[in-house]
């Protein structure tokens, strides 16, 4: 197996605030006794251990209908589907598509482009995508694994009228799949009633954990995208950071082990960086992940983002001088797909002729190495990823990576990774702002304090 790398040796520098190999080397036991938790089902939120054998578990059956009704709704030739979903119903399969796809591929009329709706509450985004799917061929799946959440309901209420409206109610019907729970919630009993394709998310697998079901393998699947490499990425990483594989060699234990001793010397906040624009929403999944798993009970690493060498010009300062409790991630490609020489200019107005002849890449690594020195000088930490090349193999192999990793460091903390009760109180409070019936007391109370 060609595994993605993992490099801790600059989150080891004598710096103030750094780990020693010491204190990484504590939670060597802690991690692989957790790490065996996840499999046997033996720690918090055992109900909720889906995703650890799911790679396994994906057989010929389940990739050949998936690849079936994808190759069904792309011979419709349409030129917009639409994905209904908001959170862990829509991160993974949006940050699985802008990683593998032509970052101009709306533009050159690649099709279909894979739009997503029910993501926000924001009017003009929906009303905005409405008109351009007024033009367009076009069909949809809605996924929500409780089949309640208010906003992919509200768009999936608007954009179904819209295709029963184009197309007729029976054609309509052929062009929306459901992706729900399986016996539970208003979209499975809407689904059955009208007949829609069904897939169902396990009830064992949380929403930020579930890319590789149907939720996101049928959408990154219409995107033309190969599930079966995606799929067999996580297959090797889920055998490489088995219980068996001991810390020396388990990368999901020593990622687990680095992040959590850097946090207890006071590094509260871990940025995840890219150098490949691309890339920018596996940031957002992996934001998903690790808040909603960690931040809970007072305690949890802030997950943070960056796009480099774009915010090196913004947030780049920061990083070097700013607060210091933050450490980065770094996940590195080691070949682009493409290849692009910087030209000879014979006039040079612009001093770049020292670079003629070398590929972009070439400068965007030295950016990477540059800054990595900088922001280890800065008292910065560093952990390195790097991945051979942007491809489904090594997609699949990191979303394993971080979501295994996620599970131990999330008991490394002793909180429950697997549930969120955080993210009810928003909900409790917007429904009684918007006087939904059952919530009259809260309204009054609410309403008291604005
Ligand atoms: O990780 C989670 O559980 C959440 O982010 C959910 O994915 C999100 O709230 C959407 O929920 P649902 O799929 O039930 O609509």
Redesign the pocket.
Known sequence: MNKMKLDIGKAFAKASGFISPDAFTTYKQATEELNAALHNKTGRGSDFLGWVDLPAQINEKILSDIEATASAIRSKNIDVYVVI?????YLGAKAVIDALSDSFAHLKGNKPAVLFAGQNIGEDYLAELRDLLKNKEWALSV???????TE?AIAFRILKQDLEDKYGKKEAVSRICAITDAARGALKTLATEEGYKTYDIPDDV???YSVLTPVGLLPIAVAGINIRELVKGAQDMAKATAPEVKFDENIACQYAAARHALYTEGKKIEILVNYQPKLHFMAEWWK?LYG?SEGKNGKGIFPASVDFSSDLHSMGQYIQEGERILFETVISVAKPERELLIPEDKANLDKLNFLAGKNIDYVNKMAELGTQIAHVDGDVPNIRIEIERLNEYFVGQLIYFFEKACGISGYLINVNPFD?PG?EAYKKNMFALLEKPGFEAETKMLKSRL
């Not at 979903?85 to 119903?89: L, Q, T």
């Not at 996924?143 to 959440?149: E, L, N, Q, R, V």
């Open positions: 979903g908001i959170g862990g119903s996924i929500s694994k409780s089949g309640t959440t992919p949380g929403g930020r998903q909603e969120q993210v």
